[in-house]
């Protein structure tokens, strides 16, 4: 039997975080202890109230198909949710609920990727862009992300990367997996420069905004009116309020767009979990008291781990400006990134996730999530440092 399942699977990769995530649960199985500094997902509850919410609503017989596009009150509530903290005004009608921030830019790949085109993404980045972009048989251009530039995007850089075949530019910040924060200037720069550019949609995504440190605003895209007629948003719940397992997402799409989004969630998944969106619009209109709490750890933990990290032999660790990764520069050991990333799990049960998994330039550094308690960052950076003293460096 030979069953031709056609060629775009050849090319289609996934996340080796998940990977590491499965090697680091089959040793725990084996009786290791393990950190899993590997993972990006909070390692705190869904806030009570949430949680309420979703019983409440299946309770209330919200069992069924909603709209397509989500109920009415949850677009309502993201649109009122992106003013308050932007002031920006967002058209509900434009917002689209998903199953998580990942479907949006799934779809977003599959609207401008075919062979002979051209799709920029963060390299390094998170890599179902990479994954995504090749499976539709577009050629990905990456986008070099450098710690000499804060591990923000370059405007000059990025726009010198435009080509009469570039279709799509994802932007992420903060950004997976080095932590980086593109300044309001930088971003401000990118927008003039995209003028000359009026073909390119642009893709931002948006799901750490709230995880920001040492009082940096978040830079929405949303607040540049001369590109929301080409700019997809994608945010979501699984960070801000650890429901990673929910499935939980939402975009805001240029007019037009939104009916091919609106026909891929038909073709696909016809609507997301009602009582899941009913724990969405309570998460969106309650206490936001749980995820500034949240922040704060994330950031009290950031500072251990940076220390840390730079007290490690020959690795230096740049201040990561949002979401909860660090993304150590570990050049100088020795050590090839993937190598060390496996022998830490392997030899000292710290799990991390090696550089080149989210792109070429992403060798010579490892991300380790900070989404860990700070009594076990403690911890692994302990075992870390024995083993960089001890162990000979294999390239
Ligand atoms: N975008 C970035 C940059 C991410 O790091 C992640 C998750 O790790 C996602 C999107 C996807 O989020 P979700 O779990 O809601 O699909």
């Not at 799709?119 to 179902?128: K, T, V």
């Not at 048989?137 to 990367?161: H, K, M, Q, Y």
């Not at 998994?357 to 700070?374: H, K, P, Q």
Request: charge should be neutral; glycine fraction near 8%; charged fraction near 20%.
């Amino acid at each position: 039997m030979t069953l031709h399942l056609v060629q775009s699977f050849n090319r289609i990769g996934e996340e080796n975080a998940f990977a590491v995530l499965a090697r680091a649960t089959e040793l725990q199985r084996q009786g290791k202890d393990i950190i899993n500094l590997g993972i990006g997902q909070p390692d705190f509850r869904t806030p009570e109230h949430i949680v309420e919410a979703a019983i409440k609503a299946l309770r209330d017989g919200h069992h069924g198909y909603t709209p397509a596009t989500g109920i009415l009150p949850l677009r309502e509530a993201v649109a009122a949710d992106l003013h308050k903290r932007f002031n920006v005004t967002v058209d509900p009608d434009l917002v689209m609920i998903m199953p998580g921030g990942k479907v949006t830019m799934f779809m977003a790949i599959l609207m401008f990727g075919e062979p002979g085109v051209e799709i920029m993404y963060p390299d390094p980045g998170f890599p179902i862009y990479r994954s995504m972009i090749e499976f539709t048989g577009a050629t990905p251009v990456p986008v070099p992300i450098r710690e000499a530039n804060g591990f923000a995007f370059s405007a000059d850089e990025t726009l010198a990367l435009i080509t009469p075949k570039t279709r799509l530019l994802i932007v992420n910040s903060p950004a997976n997996p080095t932590g980086g924060v593109t300044p309001k200037a930088e971003i401000d720069k990118l927008i003039a420069g995209l003028a000359k550019f009026p073909d390119v949609a642009i893709m931002s995504d948006e799901i750490y905004a709230q995880m920001t440190y040492d009082g940096l605003a978040h830079q929405t895209l949303l607040a540049y009116p001369e590109i929301r007629d080409r700019l997809i948003l994608l945010d979501g719940w699984s960070k801000t309020y650890a429901m990673t397992g929910w499935r939980m997402g939402y975009s805001v799409w240029p007019k037009m767009l939104y009916d091919a989004a609106r026909k891929l969630a038909v073709n696909s998944f016809s609507c997301v979990n009602a009582s899941a969106q009913y724990a969405g619009l309570a998460a969106l209109t309650g206490p936001q008291d749980e995820v500034h709490k949240m922040v704060a750890e994330f950031d009290a933990r950031r500072k251990i781990v940076v220390e840390g990290l730079n007290a490690l032999p020959n690795v230096s660790c740049a201040v990561p400006k949002g979401a909860f990764y660090a993304f150590p520069n570990i050049s100088k050991t020795g050590w090839k990134a993937k190598k060390l990333a496996s022998a830490l799990l392997e030899e000292t049960g710290v799990a991390t996730i090696g550089g080149p998994d989210f792109g070429v330039y992403g060798e010579g550094y490892i991300r380790l999530s900070y989404a860990n308690s700070a009594e076990n960052i403690r911890h692994a950076l302990k075992r870390m440092e024995e083993f960089l003293t001890t162990v000979n460096p294999q390239q």
